[in-house]
């Protein structure tokens, strides 16, 4: 049973920084790639990064390259994404999802993901 446990959303100001967490057990990530995406109110998915266990760490969208780092999480099976220079566009929950052996393209189809984690830019 694959099962995910997502933490470090919350409220921050514009400009703020958040670090989420993503620990994810019943899959071996040597065969898994691990990701984040996000979806907005009324918007479509959107793929953030992720990391395959042949190719690295990857992102999707220019907007946050640079403001968004993807490692791996000093315990096994973590994936963070720290966050900086958040605007009020990135409010959205946030997920973490796996993908058999590779990351999905556009990062958003995942064969498996969890129950999200709220982030809320505003002042």
């Known amino acids: 049973q694959v099962q995910f446990v997502e933490s470090g959303g919350g409220l921050v100001q514009p400009g703020g920084s958040l670090n989420l967490s993503c620990t994810v057990s019943?899959?071996?990530?040597?065969?898994?790639?691990i990701g984040w995406f996000r979806q907005a109110p009324g918007k479509d998915q959107e793929g953030i990064s992720c990391l395959s266990p042949t190719l690295g760490i990857s992102y999707y969208t220019d907007s946050m390259k640079g403001r968004f780092t993807a490692s791996s999480g000093n315990a096994k099976n973590t994936l963070d994404l720290q966050m900086n220079s958040l605007r009020p566009e990135d409010t959205a929950v946030y997920y973490c999802?796996?993908?058999?052996?590779?990351?999905?393209?556009?990062?958003?189809?995942?064969?498996?993901w969890g129950q999200g984690t709220q982030v809320t830019v505003s002042e």
């Open positions: 019943g899959v071996d990530l040597s065969y898994y790639a």
């Open positions: 999802g796996v993908e058999a052996y590779k990351c999905p393209r556009g990062g958003i189809v995942y064969d498996y």
